[in-house]
């Protein structure tokens, strides 16, 4: 599939067929994250790949409700979550993205006014996974409302690194509906913001 086709006809699909997806497919996906820029080359980004059903149920109850002014929904991909094949668990090292050679852990560590840039390095990583898995036929959404902490805890996750997102993989069970985009002349400007 051509680039911006990729990019464009992508969507967050949140129905999906039990069909299984192989390694190969999965091990594709993985490589393109692998090869995303980072912070001087600092690729803070870990996977987990999680099959086992059981580990898949626990991922489903960290999904964060979703609270609307009358009531609470379910995430809208829960129920995408509980059928699908493979979910991939997007981690990230704290502490070297965006470092300099300051002391480790102290704010003085950090080059710009952003702080710690796992969550920029990790999102390019994400954004080619799932493109990656778009051009092979299967189905993601990103997902970032899930609570961070239960997810280290149900998958080992070791000190010093941070749980950032995570998406499902399998093959798709719908027509994505494309969400309507900003225009152009509202998001880019010419020479200075705004204009
Ligand atoms: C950082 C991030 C977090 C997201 N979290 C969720 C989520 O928790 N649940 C969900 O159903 N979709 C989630 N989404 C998917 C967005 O709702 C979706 O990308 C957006 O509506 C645009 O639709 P499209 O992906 O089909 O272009 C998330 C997307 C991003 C980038």
Not at 122 to 140: C, E, F, R, S, W
Not at 146 to 166: C, D, N, W
Request: one cysteine or more; aromatic letters at 8%.
């Amino acid at each position: 599939m051509e680039l911006f086709e990729a990019i464009k006809t992508r969507r967050s699909i949140r129905r999906y067929k039990t069909d299984p997806v192989d390694d190969k497919k999965i091990e594709a996906i993985l490589e393109a994250g692998r090869w995303a820029p980072s912070w001087a080359n600092t690729q803070c980004w870990r996977f987990v790949v999680v099959r086992d059903a059981k580990v898949r149920a626990k991922l489903v109850d960290t999904l964060m409700k979703i609270k609307l002014p009358d009531r609470e929904i379910p995430n809208p991909a829960a129920a995408a979550m509980n059928t699908v094949p493979v979910i991939i668990v997007v981690c990230a090292k704290i502490g070297i993205a965006g470092a300099g050679h300051g002391s480790p852990g102290s704010k003085a560590q950090y080059v710009t006014d952003k702080g710690d840039w796992f969550m920029f390095d990790t999102a390019l990583a994400v954004q080619n996974m799932v493109l990656a898995a778009h051009a092979q036929g299967l189905g993601t959404v990103i997902i970032g409302a899930f609570e961070a902490t239960q997810v280290g805890k149900i998958l080992s996750v070791p000190e010093g690194y941070r749980v950032v997102a995570l998406f499902p993989v399998g093959m798709p069970d719908q027509e994505g509906k494309a969400p309507p985009r900003k225009e152009l002349s509202e998001i880019a400007f010419k020479d200075k913001f705004g204009k």
